[in-house]
């Protein structure tokens, strides 16, 4: 069974490649979600994707993700820090949830130390730059396949 993961970016990710380089790289969010989507393939996955720059329009994406995906890889941007209804949202989809960030909010600005996200995703991904993301979907596939494991 080919597993369905489904990639979610909130705002302001559509500018990597140019926003802050020294902080983020100088790698697209495309080119990130490719390199992701290779390596989702490689673990006999597919990888959808959807960026958007609205939290109303991201809590509908969870909201939805069930009846597309069997995991998500999360990078909420800034929302991480702000959005109980990310983290609610995620919590009543009941889908495994990985977040992946490409910088490491902990030796960022103090507001950047707290997720939101934390007490609702299965963990976190950070720091590995745009690596992350392809670290994050060998993680949820990973957690996805135990939790089919132990089910049988």
Do not use: K
């Given at each position: ?31 990130i979600?490719?390199?992701a ?22 809590v ?33 989809v ?7 960030h ?9 507001f ?41």
């Amino acid at each position: 069974m080919t597993l369905r993961l489904l990639a979610l970016d909130g705002p302001n990710l559509n500018l990597l490649g140019r926003r802050e380089p020294h902080i983020y790289g100088v790698s697209s969010l495309e080119e990130i979600i490719a390199r992701a989507a290779r390596r989702a393939s490689e673990l006999g996955a597919t990888l959808e994707h959807e960026q958007t720059n609205s939290e109303a329009r991201l809590v509908e994406l969870i909201q939805g993700a069930a009846a597309r995906a069997d995991g998500v890889v999360l990078n909420a941007g800034a929302l991480t820090h702000s959005s109980w209804a990310l983290a609610d949202a995620i919590a009543a989809v009941g889908l495994p949830v990985v977040e992946v960030h490409v910088s490491n909010p902990a030796a960022r600005e103090p507001f950047r130390h707290q997720s939101t996200l934390g007490r609702v995703v299965r963990g976190s991904i950070a720091g590995f730059g745009p690596r992350s993301y392809e670290l994050a979907v060998q993680a949820l596939v990973e957690i996805i396949r135990s939790t089919a494991h132990e089910a049988t």
